[in-house]
């Protein structure tokens, strides 16, 4: 089985959560939350199926800490319901495959696999087809009927179905993960999230899958590889590979807005689209409207690389002006039409800034940048081609900027990884203007000045995962900040001496450790804390300000300028 970046129930008292990256002009908030509740022991049991029972009871019977495993051979069925499991607050249950094991569902009227009601679940390693082929879209998996959480879905292999590979279009799902996971060849979209306001999915992950085919019908209009309806937020779109994706009106990657229509998302609300792939989409690579940061992707052989939109809310109300956007270090080429197509960036728009991508097109008569500026802000951007921006853009050497790029060429013969005289590198020491980490997860800079596009330069040959239509491999380009102590089990009492302990990767600069009790600050234990000391020795229940504490229901909140997110909790400890 593939690895992500985040490993939910390392025990029962510990769940941690990769980087939710948050970004602020010119800084970037990361929080990591530890909670010093009571939890007390469950007694779990280990469930095999098939065992009589239909899979939906089998599942139905689950309690918390539950593992079910779903042995090895295919399990055909017409339908797969899990319904009203779980509780945010308890063990996580696991509904897991074997190694060989594949439901093939036959319900011509059903989706294949719904969720309703669903919360703290790990659905693991199934591969999921149909035999049914007719004109009816039948999704993948669906949440429907009631609000879920907490809920991670890996690896899985959604393939040869009529409808969307995963759809959340009715209910509200919030801290949904999908990782490790093939879709392929669905009737629809690979991923259809959200819908205006509502159906909001919130605080979760999309990385490390891979997504081609979607829809199959390559002359179709609509569709996505993956979408994120206006009202998500606090949402990740990483490390993904997508190809032959979107209708050939849509785009492989579509975020609208956040959380607030119009009025500017706080830095944990912001969407973020970090590290992708995208090697061929039928129109648009990735289309942003509001309140997201865009960064470190590569898009090739799309109709438009990265295009910023205006947007509308449900029923037409909306701006006429984008806002609230960052793109940058993004490598875009040989794009059928732009690799960057700014629209939408008025004298109205705020707080959109364009920072050290590299557009190239497949010849110095090739259109690299369409628009306008407006009151959008401009740095170290390289470009090959045509312009019709000159204030921050510069023009490149040609297609001898990068190792192994030719006009013609496909993938794998690609890389985009900048040559040793590349007039990509070296193009700014502002590093708050670029992300910390590059494509393949180096950090940045690695010489004094930062370059453009999504690789930094390291040597001559490039150090990571060489583009492939597959999954990615290698290192993370999200920064991340992982709580190490406590690690679960302790009991810590008001008045002892205890450490608070964190590694971080690609984080510089302090961080502020707070007290909470639900999700209300009750006060800071302590601020201008360096990232690189790892540590912070705290007197249990004292605030920074020497006021005592104490009570239930309390967590510790970490925030740097970049980062993730660690969630803990004491097993049976006494609250403060």
Known sequence: ???????????????????????????????????????????????????GQTLSQAIFGLKAG?????????HTMANLVISGIGNADGAQ???????????????????????RGVHNLLFKGFDITSTYQGDTALDGIKFTGASSSQVTLEDLYIHDITGVGINIQNVNVDRVTLKNSHISHCGGSGLYWGYFNRSVVSNGAIENNYIHHCPKNAGQETHYGIQLKGGCYGMRIENNVLHDVSGTARAAIFVYYGKTLGQGDSPADMNIVRGNAILSSRAEGITACADALVENNIVFDARYGIHTQTYNEEGGAGRSFTENLIVR?????????????LEGLGSTGSNVAVYGNALYASSSSGH??????????????????????SSGFSLGT?????????????????????????????????????????????????????????????GVVNPGWRLSKNFKTGGSSSPTLNLISPNGGEAWRRGEQQVIAWTSSGLSGTLTIELLRGSTVFGTIASGVAVSACSYTWTVGTLQSGAPVSGSDL????????????VLKLACGEDI
């Open 1 to 51: 089985m593939r690895h992500g970046f985040d490993d939910f129930g390392k025990t029962l008292a510990m769940k941690t959560n990769s980087g939710r990256y948050h970004f602020i002009v010119p800084a970037m908030m990361f929080f990591a939350v530890l909670a010093l509740g009571f939890v007390c022991p469950v007694r779990a049991a280990t469930i095999s199926w098939p065992n």
């Open 66 to 74: 539950d593992e079910l495993v779903v042995t090895n051979g295919t």
């Open 93 to 115: 249950i696991v509904v897991r495959a074997e190694e060989q094991a594949k439901l093939v569902f036959s319900a011509s009227g059903s989706n294949l696999i719904e969720f």
């Open 329 to 341: 270090n993004n490598t875009c080429f040989r794009n059928r039409s732009y690799d960057l197509y």
């Open 368 to 389: 690299a940048v369409c628009g306008s500026l407006g009151t959008a802000q401009a740095f170290g951007n390289v470009y090959f081609g045509r312009s019709d921006i």
């Open 398 to 458: 040609g297609l001898s900027d990068f190792i192994a790029v030719t006009a013609n060429g496909q993938v794998p013969d690609l890389d985009f990884y900048p040559s040793a005289t590349s007039a990509i590198l070296n193009i700014s020491a502002l590093q708050s203007q670029h992300a910390p980490l590059d494509f393949n997860g180096n950090q940045r800079p690695y010489n004094q000045m930062c370059d453009s596009g999504a690789y930094e330069w390291s």
């Open 555 to 566: 967590k510790i909140r970490i925030t740097a300028q970049n980062g993730a997110t660690s």
